[in-house]
């Protein structure tokens, strides 16, 4: 979440429950000729379903695609592929990691916050998670995967929308929202969404999100019987960075497991610069993003998306960090 400059190369995380057509949506990626070309570090290439007449040289660990793309089977460790993938970065626009079926986003995530070559290299750019309208409703009710995937997301890819009627279609994203009430959603059939739905969102930032949406951290909560919620607060008056250091590292330490995303802009004391926050599970990272805006009221706000949250409890932590 540092500014960064230009050099660090965008990476997408995609997720998406076993047969919602994240396989399908990365085949595109591989084999249309969309002019860019990606690093893709999937799990296993044989689950990819990729024809063999794409692929150049299937002996190594990293394959090369026809259109000049990079394929990655993670079978040793994330971190070791990223960096040797950066000994070819001058190949590729971008890199793209998918996770399996059954897992949720964290760990790969959270790799971009913990490992410095990785973040000095690399920035994370968004966490896209495909979603089977059809059948979404009752994966809801059986995997708390495909609950977690929809709260980690950055932008979700509605799928299979050709069999949904919109009334079902409707439902589907109400119960996605109320889940997670920030992530942008991109309906499709066959994952047909435009690379660029999905590539190069800068939807991790806070900094970019807050540019195109003012109000982006504002959210219309509701009570709802979902077991993963979204909860904001807001304080008016400045806050003691040590104070929120405190509250906030202790939490995550306690809380961290059922705290899925955490995102907060901070106006701490005496200073004209916005504090960018985020969280995945426990490993938070943070920044400043650049001057508060003219006329803008200087307020914080921080949004919690997990389970088994206790808003007074985290209202009164919060306000409790404020400047005396």
């Not at 689950?47 to 089977?73: H, P, R, S």
């Not at 409703?137 to 069999?163: G, H, P, T």
């Amino acid at each position: 979440m540092s500014e960064t400059s230009d050099t660090t190369i965008p990476v997408t995380v995609l997720t998406g429950y076993l047969g919602a057509g994240k396989t399908t949506l990365l085949n595109r990626i591989l084999s249309e000729n969309h002019g860019k070309k990606f690093a893709v570090v999937i799990n296993e290439f044989g689950e990819l379903g990729v024809d063999n007449d794409l692929v150049i040289d299937a002996d190594e660990e990293v394959f090369e695609m026809n259109n000049g793309c990079i394929c990655c089977t993670v079978r040793g460790d994330l971190v070791r592929i990223l960096g040797g993938l950066m000994k070819r970065r001058g190949r590729f626009d971008g890199i793209i990691v998918e996770t399996t079926g059954l897992a949720n986003p964290a760990p790969v995530a959270q790799t971009f916050f913990m490992d410095e070559d990785v973040k000095r290299a690399t920035r994370l750019d968004a966490i896209v998670t495909v979603v089977d309208a059809k059948n979404l409703l009752a994966r809801l009710e059986d995997s708390k995967e495909a609950e977690e995937q929809i709260a980690f997301a950055d932008v979700i890819v509605l799928n299979k929308m050709d069999l949904v009627t919109e009334d079902e279609a409707a439902e589907v994203e109400r119960r996605i929202k109320a889940i997670n009430p920030y992530a942008e959603i991109r309906r499709a059939t066959k994952s047909d969404v435009p690379v660029d739905a999905v590539i190069g969102r800068d939807a991790f930032k806070l900094e970019r999100i807050l540019e195109r949406e003012p109000d982006f951290l504002e959210s219309d909560e509701h009570e709802h019987n979902d077991d993963v919620l979204s909860m904001s607060f807001e304080v008016e008056r400045p806050i003691d960075p040590e104070l929120f250091n405190a509250w906030i590292g202790g939490l995550l330490q306690s809380k961290g497991q059922d705290l899925l995303r955490t995102k907060g802009i901070l106006h701490y004391q005496g200073e004209d610069r916005r504090f960018a926050f985020q969280a995945v599970h426990m490993i938070a990272d943070g920044d400043f993003i650049g001057p508060w805006k003219e006329g803008d009221p200087r307020k914080s706000k921080i949004v919690f998306i997990g389970r088994n949250l206790n808003r007074p409890q985290l209202r009164r932590g919060f306000e409790g960090c404020v400047a005396g």
